[in-house]
Structures are given as structure tokens and as C-alpha cells.
């Protein structure tokens, strides 16, 4: 893919876009940045990739909460087993959207199905049952794999940024090992430079060396707060672009507004019925601080060409 912005639209956000990284790459300007503070930081869901009508790794998850329920059909009356098994995909939404208002009533019963379903195996087996299904399995509506439904303009986006001289990071509030097997294939973003949530590991040492198994409970939820010490733990730079669209990634936002050098920050405005979907929830606060101090809004309706990139065999 060229690394300009042919996918998106001769409007303002193209040119906000543009105008910032002429002036963070420009030595002549008082904004210039040098290469190695030129951090991005993306978040996942909703911002490189689909997150509708149901997040992609909860369709994962989803599967193998019914191959447990196989083997233990009493699960079936639990929840979030019982969300599976009667495919209630809006009670599944709303503990997420419920989330991103400050409600986490139902979230403790969705992290127990969560953490229990691929407990006790190593991460080379996560890793490869995550990628096989990303390579195999289609989204329900779009009817496109879903190594195939990343947005074109972001990735576009990337490659643009790369090209000059900027490093781009995920920061999601989805599975760390969950999206490694398929980062650097979809978004040329190494499986180190992904930070997300985490269930927690262990070493097992076995007849032949050992290896890292998961464990059923949570090391981290990166979202919303959370979001900006992760970045900085991992990456030791406050980032100078960042992208979300979500209330979860309030704070991610901010915390690049604060830059004393130079910032952008980017939300993803899902108003596309027709190429995508079109909502809101769980945006809702994103949006009025977006408005209020002056971030950047992308309309997939405005500001795209297309939405996804063509399909291939």
C-alpha cells in the first residue's frame, strides 16, 4: 500500500492529519519532533478493525465456551455459557457497552467465562488456535474473513506514518495474545509492540525445558485509565499521535494531548450504516470531550473512500 492517504477524502481530517506530521517532520518548524519521540499509539476494536455486531474475539470466545458447554452442559444455565448457547448476542453488547458508562455490573460474569476458557495451555497453542480462527473464520454480516476486515484508510494510516519516521504501537482493550498472531500481517505492528489485556502466566518446567501455560486470572484490563501507564511502561515515550473511538479511550487521548511537544489525537466516528454500522454507545463521552477540546473526528461516511480493503481469495 503507497504510504500517502489516497483512501481518504480531500477533507479537513485528511488535512489535519497531513498538516501535523508536515510540521512534526519539518526541522524548521518549532512543532519538529525527532524520529525516536515520534510515538503512535492505536487502540483495536473499533478503531483498526470491526467491532460489530460482536467483538471479534468474543466470537472466538464464544466458541469455545460452547465446546465447554459439551462438556459440561450444566454450564448452559450459567451466564455467560447461557449467552452462548442461546446466541443472545445483545446481552453479550450491553455488558461491554454498560462498561464504557461505568457500569460493570455484569462484566465480573463475562471475565469468569473469559479467563476459564483456555486456562492450563501454552501460549504457542493460544496463539495458533487465535490465528487459525482469524485466517478461517468470516464476520456474520460482512461475510469477509476477519483477517480481512481491518479499516483500509487506518492501515493506510500506518504505513503513512511509517514512512515518515513515526513507530505505531497498538494499546487495546482486547487480548494481547489474542491479536499478535495477526498484527504484524494486517497492520505491519510486530507482536511487540501490541499491549493489551492479559490473562496472567506461568513457567512449567517439564522432562524437556518447560514453557508458559495461561492461568485463569486476570492480569490486566487495559482500558480506559489503565490505558496510559501501560503505554508508558512498555514504551518509555509519551506517545504524540494516538487514535480510539471509544470512551475507553478518553484517557489514551488525553494523555497524548498533554504532550508538551507536539500532539494529534484521532476518534473514529462509526456513521456509516451502509459500508459498516452506525453507532454511538459507549462513545458518548468520547465524542463531547472530542467536540470540546478539539480533536480530531473521523467520519467513515466523510472522511473514506472504502471501508475495508478488497477482498482476497
Not at 489516497?6 to 519538529?32: C, E, S
Not at 459439551?70 to 442461546?86: F, I, R, S, T
Not at 479499516?151 to 489474542?178: C, H, K, W
Request: glycine share 8%; charged share 25%; proline share 6%.
Amino acid at each position: 500500500m503507497p504510504a500517502n492517504l489516497t483512501l481518504w477524502n480531500d477533507t479537513a481530517t485528511r488535512r489535519a492529519i497531513q498538516d501535523f506530521v508536515a510540521k512534526v517532520t519539518d526541522r524548521a518548524n518549532p512543532g519538529y519532533v525527532p524520529p525516536e519521540e515520534r510515538i503512535a499509539v492505536f487502540d483495536n476494536d473499533g478503531t483498526l478493525w470491526c467491532e460489530k455486531p460482536v467483538y471479534i474475539q468474543l466470537d472466538f470466545i464464544l466458541r469455545r465456551w460452547m465446546e465447554m458447554v459439551d462438556e459440561n452442559p450444566a454450564l448452559a444455565e450459567e451466564q455467560p455459557w447461557k449467552a452462548a448457547v442461546e446466541q443472545d448476542y445483545s446481552w453479550l453488547g450491553n455488558v461491554v457497552t454498560k462498561h464504557y458508562r461505568g457500569d460493570d455490573s455484569d462484566l465480573p460474569l463475562v471475565m469468569k467465562g473469559i479467563l476459564t476458557a483456555f486456562a492450563g495451555i501454552t501460549v504457542e497453542e493460544f496463539a495458533a488456535r487465535a490465528g487459525e480462527f482469524l485466517h478461517t473464520q468470516s464476520h456474520p454480516t460482512l461475510k469477509r474473513l476477519y483477517n480481512q476486515c481491518g479499516y483500509a484508510p487506518m492501515v493506510e494510516l500506518l504505513r503513512f506514518l511509517e514512512a515518515n519516521g513515526f513507530t505505531n504501537f497498538i494499546a487495546s482493550g482486547g487480548g494481547r495474545d489474542f491479536m499478535r498472531p495477526i498484527t504484524d500481517e494486517m497492520y505491519g505492528i510486530a507482536p511487540d509492540r501490541v499491549i493489551g489485556s492479559s490473562v496472567s502466566l506461568e513457567f512449567r518446567a517439564g522432562d524437556h525445558g518447560g514453557d508458559v501455560l495461561t492461568v485463569p486470572h486476570l492480569d490486566v484490563l487495559n482500558d480506559g485509565p489503565v490505558k496510559p501507564p501501560r503505554i508508558w511502561s512498555r514504551i518509555g515515550r509519551r506517545p504524540i499521535l494516538a487514535a480510539g473511538n471509544s470512551n475507553g479511550d478518553i484517557q489514551m487521548l488525553q494523555y497524548v494531548e498533554g504532550n508538551p511537544r507536539s500532539s494529534l489525537c484521532l476518534l473514529v466516528n462509526h456513521d456509516d450504516a451502509d459500508r459498516e454500522f452506525d453507532y454511538m454507545a459507549g462513545a458518548e463521552d468520547a465524542m463531547k470531550m472530542a467536540n470540546e477540546r478539539g480533536w480530531v473526528m473521523v467520519s467513515m461516511k466523510q472522511d473514506w473512500q472504502t471501508v475495508f480493503p478488497r477482498q482476497t481469495a
